[in-house]
């Protein structure tokens, strides 16, 4: 069955970055994308961008540009998500979700999230 | 970006009760339209995609409809573990958004 295992909390200072992955399993990554979205607490859903694990396509949510890279790495189907100059209103949980190949579609299965939590 | 405006932001509703939900997009986009339900705690699931395709194992209860900027959530006979927030993504940009979220509770 499809599963997507991300990494466990973090805590970090403002103004440092924080890396989190995403671990696929049960379906040939290289054949789909994987999009991340964050929730803040008390607030909705957020995209912050996608990207193809076939050919590396990204696209971020213009909130983002520059402060944030999503990779993938095929030989162990694990997607990750680095976002620098972290604020105090980046803590938040982070998601991965599994998503169409070409463009950002459907999340049709989600990782269990990441709380990143940003703090002097 | 595309604004995605949900009604209502909560209601109240018992086991049993029809509910619906709507999402109206800022603009025109076509049946690029997700619904996802989210538990606390829990990891957010698919229920329809596409405006009206259910989702694989989803129960059918759940349906979805409309094209262009207006679409409607409804779940035909509410059950206890339907109770959580819904929210609707639109996909036409390739930068998808999500409404705010809509809160079904227990009355």
């Known amino acids: 069955q499809v599963q997507l295992v991300q990494s466990g909390a973090e805590v970090k200072k403002p103004g440092a970055s924080v890396k989190v992955s995403c671990k696929a399993s049960?379906?040939?990554?290289?054949?789909?994308?994987i999009s991340w979205v964050r929730q803040a607490p008390g607030q909705g859903l957020e995209w912050m961008g996608w990207?193809?694990?076939?050919?590396?396509?990204?696209k971020y949510a213009q909130m983002f540009q520059g402060r944030v890279t999503m990779t993938t790495d095929t030989s162990t189907s694990t997607a990750y998500m680095e976002l620098r100059s972290l604020r105090s209103d980046d803590t938040a949980f982070y998601f991965c979700?599994?998503?169409?190949?070409?463009?950002?579609?459907?999340?049709?299965?989600w990782g269990q999230g990441t709380l990143v939590t940003v703090s002097s | 970006d595309i604004q995605m405006t949900q009604s209502p932001s909560s209601l109240s509703a018992s086991v049993g009760d029809r509910v619906t939900i709507t999402c109206r997009a800022s603009q025109s986009i076509s049946s690029y339209l997700n619904w996802y339900q989210h538990r606390p705690g829990k990891a957010p699931k698919l229920l329809i995609y596409?405006?009206?395709s259910l989702q694989s194992g989803v129960p059918p209860r759940f349906s979805g409809s409309g094209s262009g900027t207006d679409f409607t959530l409804t779940i035909s006979s509410l059950q206890p573990e339907d109770f959580a927030t819904y929210y609707c993504?639109?996909?036409?940009?390739?930068?998808?958004?999500f409404g705010l979220g809509t809160k079904v509770e227990i009355k």
């Open positions: 596409a405006a009206s």
């Open positions: 049960g379906y040939t990554f290289s054949t789909y994308g």
């Open positions: 990207i193809s694990a076939y050919n590396g396509d990204r």
């Open positions: 993504q639109q996909s036409y940009s390739t930068s998808p958004t």
């Open positions: 979700a599994k998503d169409q190949v070409e463009l950002p579609e459907r999340l049709d299965y």
